[in-house]
């Protein structure tokens, strides 16, 4: 069959480009060389692999690493004249080469890698493994193993990674010996590797590693062994609660948490262990788990002569949530004797819990300055009661506009039609935040706010210019059709920032008969009413 000649034609013009874009490749600038090789590894065409690897020998680090990505880029076409790469004479260039496959990832490389394990330079030898590692083939295992035992610390290193990575079994008793190398961080990638690899086999030498002199590889060792999950792990790991650096233990509680149910007894047990340490991660772990056969322990565990433990056990009864806590809650807040953070720690268990009966003592310490109050109001939302919203409603007078701000969320998140009205005062507060959360809360209440949003909007006793901006932007959150013609209406109000919210709102309502006037206020002087009504009107447009 013939070919077309235009076919004939462009190809002539691409070959005749990379000539030209090889020939750029000797350039005396860099910058032109950096570009040649950008394009050719986008091209991806094999005729320049070549010169693409000439260029790996150049002396600009800039210059060559643009090659290897360009290179890396052609991909598999470039392998066959690549593996040459790794008998140059420049170290350099094999280091490169060996890189540059390990990108590729084509399984043709795996001999030619497996042969530079065996490189007598030390960053070919790492850059193979590497290589090699990423392609993840059962079959280099034992090349692998063997780098387990190289001179160099480093080559060892990424050796064990390698294996790790591949995840075969047959690795497993060469990284268990590896544990003991002298090198810490030889050691650090073994355990990480057995734990990617999740034998069994692995979990004996991985508890005698718990008392590596190297805090870097008992930590890791604790996360592998949380992962695993053997049972057999858990009592060294609780041992390892009180080790002599505090990211230790915390690292060993999260894997005792991890591991679920199996550590349920041993951890309640621990909770009356003589270090203070062990009983607090305890009870912190237990409130992971979440298990209700832990809740009579840690309500004892809320008498603890220490205060850590204490807050701990209260934090994980809430995390619980078990009934039968509540009044032991209850109680230790009547005798926590101005323990403020054992208070707060109570207060917001009994919020998580969110049982009505822990509603008197939050209502009650809403009005106790000492305590932090944001979380107790965080815990009246938890629970959701309507008898709350008569202390949230006084809490937006509050002088603190945290908490006012706090009190806001919490009501629409009640969404009580009693506070409709202090949440629409608070959309005059001075501070912008207290005003964004009433509109939100207004947003949540709904329906019921309308009228009284409107009114707002409408009525000329609001002369706070906010209020209004405030009450349009929050009828556009909820939507409701009847505030269309009060937001036209407000298309001409005085202020810009009425103006702008109530075209905004429009758009967010969607209704058609928002059309005229919007196109109308396409002549309003301020440019960003201008633009919010352009908007809305794109808005409505595209709801048809």
């Keep these: 069959m013939e070919i077309p000649a235009k076919a004939i034609k462009k190809e002539k013009e691409v070959s005749e480009e990379i000539e030209r874009l090889i020939l750029d490749l000797k350039d005396e600038a860099s910058d032109v060389r950096w570009r040649a090789q950008w394009t050719l590894g986008n091209m991806k065409d094999v005729r320049a692999v070549k010169a693409l690897i000439e260029a790996l020998k150049g002396e600009n680090w800039t210059v060559r690493e643009g090659a290897a990505k360009a290179l890396v880029k052609i991909g598999k076409l470039a392998v066959e004249p690549l593996l040459k790469g790794l008998s140059y004479e420049d170290a350099d260039v094999r280091r490169r080469v060996a890189w540059i496959l390990g990108g590729i990832g084509d399984p043709t490389a795996i001999e030619s890698l497996i042969k530079a394990l065996t490189d007598e330079d030390i960053e070919v030898r790492r850059y193979a493994i590497v290589a090699l590692g990423n392609m993840g083939v059962s079959r280099i295992v034992e090349s692998l193993v063997q780098a387990l035992k190289d001179e160099d610390i480093d080559t060892r290193r990424y050796a064990a990674w390698a294996l790790g990575k591949i995840g075969d079994l047959g690795a497993v008793d060469h990284l268990i010996l590896a544990l003991k190398d002298e090198d810490a961080g030889v050691r650090r990638y073994a355990v990480g590797a057995l734990g990617r690899i999740g034998d069994k086999r692995s979990v004996e030498p991985l508890i005698q590693v718990l008392e590596d002199e190297d805090t870097a590889v008992r930590l890791v060792t604790e996360s592998v062994l949380g992962r695993i999950g053997d049972p057999r792990a858990i009592g060294p790991l609780i041992r390892t609660l009180k080790d002599k650096d505090s990211r230790v233990g915390m690292r060993a509680a999260r894997s005792l948490g991890r591991m679920g149910e199996p550590a349920i007894f041993p951890l309640i047990q621990a909770l009356k262990d003589e270090n203070s340490i062990i009983r607090l991660n305890a009870a912190r772990q237990l409130g992971r788990i979440s298990d209700k056969r832990a809740v009579e322990p840690l309500i004892e565990a809320l008498y603890d002569k220490v205060w850590d433990v204490r807050c701990n056990a209260a934090w994980a009864l809430g995390e619980i949530g078990d009934r039968r806590a509540v009044r032991p809650l209850l109680l230790a807040f009547e005798n926590a004797r101005d323990d403020i953070d054992f208070e707060i720690e109570i207060l917001c268990a009994l919020g998580k819990m969110a049982y009505s009966e822990a509603l008197e ?133 005085k202020d810009k920032d009425v103006r702008r919210k109530a075209a905004e709102s429009l758009g967010k309502i969607g209704d058609l008969r928002a059309v005229e006037p919007l196109v109308e206020a396409l002549e309003d002087k301020h440019e960003s009413v201008k633009k919010a009504v352009k908007e809305a009107l794109e808005k409505i447009k595209a709801q048809k």
């Design 361 to 493: 003592a939050l209502t009650k310490a809403l009005k106790n300055i000492f305590l932090n109050r944001l979380r107790v109001i965080e815990a009246l939302g938890e629970i959701g009661d309507e008898r709350a919203v008569k202390a949230l409603i006084e809490a937006l007078s509050d002088k603190a506009s945290e908490i006012r701000k706090q009190a806001a969320e919490t009501l629409g998140k009640i969404g009580d039609s009693r506070a409709i009205k202090p949440l629409m005062l608070a959309l005059g507060d001075k501070n912008w935040r207290v005003q964004e959360k009433a509109v939100n809360a207004l947003a949540k209440i709904g329906k019921p706010a309308v009228i009284p949003l409107i009114q707002a909007l409408k009525d000329k006793h609001w002369i706070v210019r906010v209020v209004r901006e405030r009450a349009a932007e929050s009828l556009g959150k909820i939507g409701d059709l009847r505030a269309v013609n009060p937001l036209i209406e407000a298309l001409k109000d």
